[in-house]
Structure formats: structure tokens, C-alpha cells
Nanobody, 123 residues
């Protein structure tokens, strides 16, 4: 059973930065597409970014230059570096994974997900 644990969320001022971490255990990260999704209150979960071992990374938001996904397969970790944060980035951020798959934009297309990390951007 694959397990995903997010960390690194918190309260940050507009314009600030946070790095979210997703610790993956149970299987090697090499075989999984891992995506970051977020869900604000009253809204649907939306894709942020995704990464695979063979396909590189994909951004789903208009966040080029602000959000960067990366992975450290030796540590079985996936990261989301978030810069120039805005109040509209406030949401619970989830790490999700799907085996032997390319990146998918829909949150329901993934098999495993973590408990989420709250990110609040406010002054």
C-alpha cells in the first residue's frame, strides 16, 4: 500500500514562499506519477502540477514561474516550491499518486492521496 504524507504548509504573507513536501512510502517513487492538487473551501479540487520519472513535469495552473514541482527519487520525496504566493492560493494542498501512468489533470484519476496540507496566504 502506497502512503503519502504532506508537510510544509502554513500561514504566509502575500508575496511569500513555501515549500510543500510529499513523503512517499510503500513503493518506490520510480513507478508513479505524483501530482499536487489543491482544494479551496466550496471549490472543486484542481490540479497544480505533476511529475513522473520518465515524463518530466507538467503544470496545470497558470502558475508558470511561481510553482515548481520536483522530486528526489532516492529519498522518495516530491516537493512543490511555491513563490510569490497570493491570497487566492489559499487551499488545502494534496499529494496524489498513480502507478504506471502519465500525469493526469483530474484528481479523481489518481489512486492514492495524502491527508493534505493547509496553505493560508494572508497579511
Amino acid at each position: 500500500q502506497l502512503q503519502l504524507v504532506e508537510s510544509g504548509g502554513g500561514l504566509v504573507q502575500p508575496g511569500g514562499s513555501l515549500r510543500l513536501s510529499c513523503a512517499v512510502s510503500g513503493y518506490t517513487l520510480d513507478y508513479f506519477a505524483v501530482g499536487w492538487f489543491r482544494q479551496a473551501p466550496g471549490k472543486e479540487r484542481e490540479g497544480v502540477s505533476c511529475i513522473t520519472n520518465v515524463g518530466g513535469s507538467t503544470n496545470y495552473l497558470d502558475s508558470v514561474g511561481r510553482f515548481t514541482i520536483s522530486s528526489d527519487n532516492a529519498k522518495n520525496m516530491v516537493y512543490l516550491q511555491m513563490n510569490s504566493l497570493r491570497p487566492e492560493d489559499t487551499a488545502t494542498y494534496y499529494c496524489e499518486a498513480k502507478a504506471f501512468s502519465a500525469c493526469r489533470s483530474g484528481a479523481t484519476e489518481y489512486t492514492y492521496w495524502g491527508q493534505g496540507a493547509q496553505v493560508t496566504v494572508a497579511s
